[in-house]
């Protein structure tokens, strides 16, 4: 792989965008039920949606990857370029992404609309704007906290405790000073002084409720039930108890219709919701996914950060609220990445080494055989890079081969649709075969065994611990009527263990459940592990400092 291939702005600003009109018409979207946004991107209509539910549906591939490092690894860009890729062979796919947030893209990650020749195009307005979505979502978030302060200033009749108020408020944007505050200072007239801060809008259960919701009314039901608090008796106040979901419905109205844009191709592309693979599912949304599925044969959609977090809450949460069954899985990897996993320094990842690259396999290794205790048939996808030797890409093979998976190179990043065909095969034929699918755990399991299931079975660990306070907090939650909740691991992302610098596969060590949260909207609890920040902070050199406007008037920086 010797081409030259520019930034990917600069690729997706010279990309031969097709009239949106022109894609839908290709899916058989009439007109009417196009809401375009520009000329390049569009929200099908919720009508159209609705009139899908009796069609059949077509296959759904994951694609998930090992445990990130700050080599990457290439998950967005494999997944726009299996999409283009099945396309290439004559297959009818749709890609299903999530909508990126505005905190990464000026903070360090960057963007999240695939790289090189697999992206997906406008890329300036996905990685900013876009639709509107994440803003009618943070909007919806913040009523709900101004209606807690309201009901609370003119006599508090629910009997709020001030102290329990369990809901924080929200921004798309990285900023650490906000993590912890006090509200309502300056006197009578702006209410209580409370202590309270705010999250990420991706860390936002409404963003979770808009990603798992199945249409407007179960939206609406699922707002309700927010639990935004409690009395000093410990009873729950519900966001229905405000009055609160009629008017938070009508703030995600627009939003909850599925977006559609292209690849650089001018292939299909639903990007919708975007929530926190940490502190939630990490998955786009349930009716953008559903109605691909209704759409297309194929459909190709990936879920957030290694398999160990993203694939789990896309198999035991997303999958089991929505009846969805995937037929295959794609675990991406490099090889940089894996030397990373093996002990190699990020200024040293170009030169060969094989020692620690058998070494770093062990991570893609444990991801390979957690894919296949759910039951579905996985193949591993190297995302190749120009210093990639053979002789590494064929340990990586013989590892693959040990485990009965098949690795296959792939240079889509540098060639499109052209250096991903072998995959494209590949997955048609695994899907062809009957996908064994099933959970991690029974929904009737108790809530601390299933935390304990997924350490143990996922993560290798020996076994979990917390303090009673936390301990208890399961019991309690199984007595309110909680307990047939799936859980949603909150841990860092780049170990199998809550300690971010213990690379590889680590074995034995304990996982720590420092607190529990219940998303009673969402309809998941919140188990967290470690250390995760709900609302991260910019680094010393953050991206925005990169990014403006040139003298044609044209955005630079992305990435």
Same mark, same amino acid.
């Given at each position: 792989?010797?081409?030259?291939?520019?930034?990917?702005?600069?690729?997706?600003?010279?990309?031969?965008?097709?009239?949106?009109?022109?894609?839908?018409?290709?899916?058989?979207?009439?007109?009417?039920?196009?809401?375009?946004?520009?000329?390049?991107?569009?929200?099908?209509?919720?009508?159209?949606?609705?009139?899908?539910?009796?069609?059949?549906?077509?296959?759904?591939?994951?694609?998930?990857?090992?445990?990130?490092?700050?080599?990457?690894?290439?998950?967005?860009?494999?997944?726009?370029?299996?999409?283009?890729?099945?396309?290439?062979?004559?297959?009818?796919?749709?890609?299903?992404?999530?909508?990126?947030?505005?905190?990464?893209?000026?903070?360090?990650?960057?963007?999240?609309?695939?790289?090189?020749?697999?992206?997906?195009?406008?890329?300036?307005?996905?990685?900013?704007?876009?639709?509107?979505?994440?803003?009618?979502?943070?909007?919806?978030?913040?009523?709900?906290?101004?209606?807690?302060?309201?009901?609370?200033?003119?006599?508090?009749?629910?009997?709020?405790?001030?102290?329990?108020?369990?809901?924080?408020?929200?921004?798309?944007?990285?900023?650490?000073?906000?993590?912890?505050?006090?509200?309502?200072?300056?006197?009578?007239?702006?209410?209580?002084?409370?202590?309270?801060?705010?999250?990420?809008?991706?860390?936002?259960?409404?963003?979770?409720?808009?990603?798992?919701?199945?249409?407007?009314?179960?939206?609406?039901?699922?707002?309700?039930?927010?639990?935004?608090?409690?009395?000093?008796?410990?009873?729950?106040?519900?966001?229905?108890?405000?009055?609160?979901?009629?008017?938070?419905?009508?703030?995600?109205?627009?939003?909850?219709?599925?977006?559609?844009?292209?690849? !650089?191709?001018?292939?299909? @592309?639903? *990007?919708? #919701?975007?929530?926190? /693979?940490?502190?939630? =599912? &990490?998955?786009?949304?349930?009716?953008?996914?559903?109605?691909?599925?209704?759409?297309?044969?194929?459909?190709?959609?990936?879920?957030?950060?290694?398999?160990?977090?993203?694939?789990?809450?896309?198999?035991?949460?997303?999958?089991?609220?929505?009846? !969805?069954?995937?037929?295959? @899985?794609? *675990?991406? #990897?490099?090889?940089? /990445?894996?030397?990373? =996993? &093996?002990?190699?320094?990020?200024?040293?990842?170009?030169?060969?080494?094989?020692?620690?690259?058998?070494?770093?396999?062990?991570?893609?290794?444990?991801?390979?055989?957690?894919?296949?205790?759910?039951?579905?048939?996985?193949?591993?996808?190297?995302?190749?890079?120009?210093?990639?030797?053979?002789?590494?890409?064929?340990?990586?093979?013989?590892?693959?081969?040990?485990?009965?998976?098949?690795?296959?190179?792939?240079?889509?990043?540098?060639?499109?649709?052209?250096?991903?065909?072998?995959?494209?095969?590949?997955?048609?034929?695994?899907?062809?075969?009957?996908?064994?699918?099933?959970?991690?755990?029974?929904?009737?399991?108790?809530?601390?065994?299933?935390?304990?299931?997924?350490?143990?079975?996922?993560?290798?660990?020996?076994?979990?611990?917390?303090?009673?306070?936390?301990?208890?907090?399961?019991?309690?939650?199984?007595?309110?009527?909680?307990?047939?909740?799936?859980?949603?691991?909150?841990?860092?992302?780049?170990?199998?263990?809550?300690?971010?610098?213990?690379?590889?596969?680590?074995?034995?060590?304990?996982?720590?459940?420092?607190?529990?949260?219940?998303?009673?909207?969402?309809?998941?609890?919140?188990?967290?592990?470690?250390?995760?920040?709900?609302?991260?902070?910019?680094?010393?050199?953050?991206?925005?400092?990169?990014?403006?406007?040139?003298?044609?008037?044209?955005?630079?920086?992305?990435?």
């Amino acid at each position: 792989m010797n081409k030259k291939v520019g930034s990917d702005i600069e690729i997706a600003r010279d990309a031969t965008m097709r009239p949106i009109r022109e894609v839908a018409n290709k899916l058989g979207i009439p007109d009417e039920h196009l809401l375009p946004y520009g000329h390049t991107k569009a929200k099908i209509s919720m009508k159209f949606v609705e009139s899908l539910k009796d069609k059949p549906d077509g296959k759904l591939i994951l694609v998930t990857a090992i445990s990130p490092t700050p080599a990457g690894e290439g998950k967005t860009t494999t997944t726009v370029g299996l999409g283009d890729g099945l396309n290439r062979i004559g297959k009818k796919a749709i890609i299903c992404l999530r909508e990126p947030s505005l905190g990464p893209c000026f903070g360090v990650k960057g963007g999240a609309a695939g790289g090189g020749y697999a992206q997906v195009v406008p890329m300036e307005d996905i990685n900013l704007h876009f639709t509107g979505d994440f803003h009618a979502i943070s909007t919806a978030h913040n009523l709900l906290a101004a209606l807690i302060d309201n009901h609370i200033y003119w006599g508090n009749d629910l009997a709020f405790d001030t102290r329990r108020v369990a809901w924080r408020r929200v921004m798309d944007m990285n900023d650490r000073a906000l993590r912890s505050i006090v509200n309502s200072l300056g006197g009578t007239p702006n209410g209580f002084p409370r202590e309270d801060g705010f999250d990420i809008t991706v860390a936002s259960e409404v963003m979770a409720i808009f990603c798992l919701a199945r249409d407007l009314k179960d939206l609406t039901q699922r707002l309700g039930n927010i639990i935004v608090g409690y009395t000093r008796e410990k009873k729950p106040i519900y966001a229905r108890d405000l009055k609160a979901e009629g008017p938070m419905t009508v703030l995600l109205k627009d939003a909850i219709a599925p977006n559609l844009v292209q690849t !650089l191709e001018n292939n299909p @592309a639903f *990007i919708h #919701g975007g929530p926190f /693979a940490n502190i939630a =599912h &990490g998955c786009n949304s349930v009716i953008a996914t559903t109605t691909a599925l209704k759409m297309a044969d194929y459909v190709v959609t990936e879920a957030g950060f290694g398999a160990d977090l993203g694939a789990e809450k896309f198999f035991d949460i997303k999958c089991r609220k929505a009846g !969805l069954k995937p037929a295959a @899985a794609v *675990i991406v #990897g490099t090889i940089r /990445a894996l030397k990373m =996993h &093996g002990g190699v320094a990020k200024e040293d990842l170009g030169k060969e080494n094989i020692e620690a690259l058998k070494k770093g396999a062990a991570n893609l290794a444990r991801h390979i055989e957690n894919v296949k205790k759910f039951g579905v048939p996985p193949v591993v996808a190297i995302n190749r890079f120009v210093a990639d030797t053979d002789a590494e890409l064929d340990t990586v093979r013989q590892t693959c081969a040990e485990l009965g998976v098949e690795a296959i190179e792939c240079n889509h990043w540098a060639y499109g649709s052209a250096g991903i065909e072998k995959l494209a095969h590949t997955v048609v034929r695994m899907t062809e075969q009957k996908s064994n699918f099933t959970y991690l755990y029974p929904d009737n399991m108790p809530l601390w065994d299933k935390v304990r299931t997924i350490a143990q079975s996922l993560y290798g660990a020996q076994g979990i611990i917390a303090d009673k306070v936390v301990r208890d907090r399961f019991h309690d939650l199984e007595k309110m009527g909680f307990g047939n909740y799936p859980v949603c691991m909150a841990k860092t992302q780049y170990s199998f263990s809550t300690d971010p610098n213990l690379k590889g596969a680590p074995s034995n060590h304990v996982v720590p459940v420092r607190e529990v949260r219940l998303s009673a909207g969402a309809e998941f609890i919140v188990v967290i592990c470690g250390e995760i920040m709900t609302m991260p902070g910019l680094p010393r050199v953050p991206s925005a400092n990169n990014i403006k406007l040139n003298a044609k008037g044209d955005v630079e920086g992305l990435f």
